[in-house]
């Protein structure tokens, strides 16, 4: 079975600042992780995934996000900080095989202070 | 449309009554799947339909919940009974076949009182 965990519900940073999200996958083989933001009284948009190729992956709006094989580690960052990224970020992961049936942390929201 | 399009985009039903929620994938989409996101927490998978055929509903909770996609189009969820439990958002997404990226819609809000 596969399960992800997201360290922090919330994070608070200055504008400006480095965002650091947390995601730690469980998984039998390697899978694919994503990352997706949410914003308020929307749907999931996709900021980036990982599907075996490089291991730094960048994605939309500036963020990117590093796999780390030995510490089934999938963190998103992002080096500067903008009040429009405000949101609710989740980390999500999908086996391989067929079917795009994914599994997604609980969430962090991320407050942006001016 | 461009996008998934869930309808309605919030439902407030009595607890006991029967509720459907709608979702129109994105055209050509053969995928589709729907997720429950409870309050404070991530989407919690429900099932996954490859064309007019339900792949995997390990995800539905009870026999409560059911859906169907008779023309591997538009699919329904449909919840018989409701229960104040069930208030959450459910989220559709589709993807062009199994292996590629998933569109998610905006959610229907279910509020069961």
């Known amino acids: 079975a596969q399960s992800v965990t997201q360290l922090g519900s919330h994070v608070s940073v200055s504008e400006g600042a480095l965002v650091l999200l947390r995601c730690n996958y469980s998984?039998?083989?390697?899978?694919?992780l994503f990352w997706y933001v949410q914003y308020p009284n929307q749907g999931l948009q996709l900021l980036l995934k990982?599907?075996?190729?490089?291991?730094l992956v960048k994605g939309i709006n500036g963020f990117e996000a590093e796999f780390k094989k030995s510490e089934t580690s999938f963190h998103l960052t992002k080096p500067s900080a903008h009040m429009s990224d405000a949101a609710e970020y989740f980390c999500?992961?999908?086996?391989?095989?067929?079917?795009?049936?994914?599994?997604f942390g609980g969430g962090t929201r991320v407050l942006v202070k001016p | 449309g461009a996008g998934v399009s869930q309808t309605p985009s919030n439902k407030v039903t009595e607890k006991g009554k029967y509720v459907e929620l709608r979702c129109d994938p994105i055209?050509?989409?053969?995928?589709l799947y729907w997720y429950r996101q409870s309050l404070g927490q991530g989407p919690e998978f429900l099932i996954y339909?490859?064309?007019?055929?339900?792949?995997?509903d390990s995800g539905l909770p009870n026999d409560r919940f059911f859906a169907v996609r008779p023309e591997g189009s538009v699919s329904t969820l449909k919840i018989q009974r409701t229960e104040r439990g069930d208030s959450a958002v459910y989220l559709c997404?589709?993807?062009?076949?199994?292996?590629?990226?998933?569109?998610f819609g905006q959610g229907t809000r279910l509020t069961v009182v």
């Open positions: 997404a589709s993807s062009l076949d199994p292996n590629t990226e998933a569109f």
């Open positions: 998984s039998s083989v390697p899978p694919y």
């Open positions: 990982y599907t075996s190729a490089a291991t």
């Open positions: 999500a992961v999908r086996g391989k095989a067929a079917g795009n049936k994914l599994t």
């Open positions: 055209s050509g989409h053969t995928a």
């Open positions: 339909f490859q064309g007019t055929g339900a792949a995997d």
